[in-house]
């Protein structure tokens, strides 16, 4: 009686290992998808330019952020579209009582923000007004306007200011 109960006792254990085990292997065998999805590496960049793609035979432009290609194979979804029509707008920053131009800051390599005096063109949606900065070598926080590596930064003496159609806004770079 006893060793037919241990004999029992340990088939269950044996089936519910053996469950365990297939429990955990078969989803990645039968979801086996690494030859259907091409993984390709970031590709760094330096500005838009460097991150064309041809796509369909279609030359296809890809946005530099952060020094990295936003979309680095014609699989991957593009979330900045180029658009020929561009969105404008006026960005001036202020250093010490001089305006920085930013058209001189800018690379003639971008192709989704270009720089006119103050006027801005956008040629894409959902670009963060860092994102924008970037592009001219500069970054906005809540504490600091960064330009070409010099910080300028709100302290007891000097105030950051960052006003939106002469309005006070405190939501930097977003």
């Known amino acids: 009686m006893k060793t037919k109960r241990q004999w029992i006792g340990k088939t269950i254990l044996l089936l519910v290992l053996i469950m365990t085990i297939i429990g955990f292997t078969l989803p990645g065998v039968l979801n086996d998808d690494s030859q259907s999805q091409v993984k390709v590496e970031p590709r760094v960049c330096q500005n838009d330019a460097e991150c064309y793609l041809t796509c369909d035979d279609q030359p296809v432009k890809v946005l530099c952020s952060q020094n990295l290609c936003q979309q680095n194979s014609c699989k991957e979804t593009n979330y900045y579209i180029f658009e020929q029509t561009p969105s404008s707008f006026i960005l001036s920053i202020e250093l010490n009582g001089k305006k920085v131009s930013l058209a001189n800051q800018s690379s003639a390599q971008d192709l989704f923000t270009k720089f006119e005096g103050e006027e ?55």
């Open 120 to 174: 801005v063109k956008e040629f894409t949606s959902g670009m963060s007004l860092n994102m924008i900065l970037e592009k001219v070598k500069a970054k906005l926080t809540a504490e600091c306007l960064t330009v070409n590596t010099e910080n300028y930064c709100r302290d007891g003496e000097n105030e950051l200011r960052f006003m939106v159609n002469n309005v006070l806004r405190y939501d930097y770079g977003s």
